[in-house]
């Protein structure tokens, strides 16, 4: 039986190594490169992805523990970039070098999909894990919580 994976709705068959990181399977394998490495060890959050609707770190979530389950990446949210994150990502110039908006996006959409009406603290608390070295961390917020404000209304 030929192993799979749905990646942004498309059935991918797998023909590597079970232990490989999903990142690095997205990255060099199908070139889906919107997921960054940033420190390989799962404290960063610049590789979120989601894994059936959760949050995940790819770097070092492996390829044979996610068979047969759907993968969106950055890339997959939306088809047009218009996410209501994304588009509060651009109202509130949030990224400043960018590198790790994607993981910071996939992390806010998996916590907006189970509180549409967080607060401040609760935001703070949701994106702990992701590191900004920007220090964008204010306008991160302000983002979750229009974000958070258009989809309520789109409900």
Not at 4 to 18: A, G, Q, R, T
Not at 33 to 51: E, M, N, W
Not at 71 to 98: D, F, Y
Not at 146 to 153: I, K, L, N
């Amino acid at each position: 039986m030929k192993k799979s994976i749905i990646i942004n709705n498309i059935k991918h068959i797998v023909k590597v190594e079970d232990e490989m990181p999903l990142l690095w399977f997205l990255r060099d394998n199908l070139e889906i490169t919107g997921t960054k490495y940033g420190c390989g060890t799962g404290l960063c959050g610049a590789c979120t992805v989601h894994v059936d609707g959760q949050a995940v770190r790819s770097c070092i979530t492996t390829v044979g523990s996610v068979i047969g389950k759907n993968i969106t990446t950055i890339e997959g949210l939306s088809e047009n970039s218009e996410h209501p994150l994304q588009k509060a990502w651009v109202n509130n110039n949030v990224p400043q070098c960018g590198y790790c908006q994607a993981g910071q996006i996939m992390n806010a959409a998996s916590f907006l999909a189970t509180n549409a009406a967080p607060t401040e603290d609760e935001i703070t608390d949701a994106m702990q894990g992701n590191i900004c070295r920007c220090g964008t961390y204010q306008r991160i917020k302000t983002a979750i919580s229009e974000a958070a404000v258009e989809m309520q209304q789109e409900t």
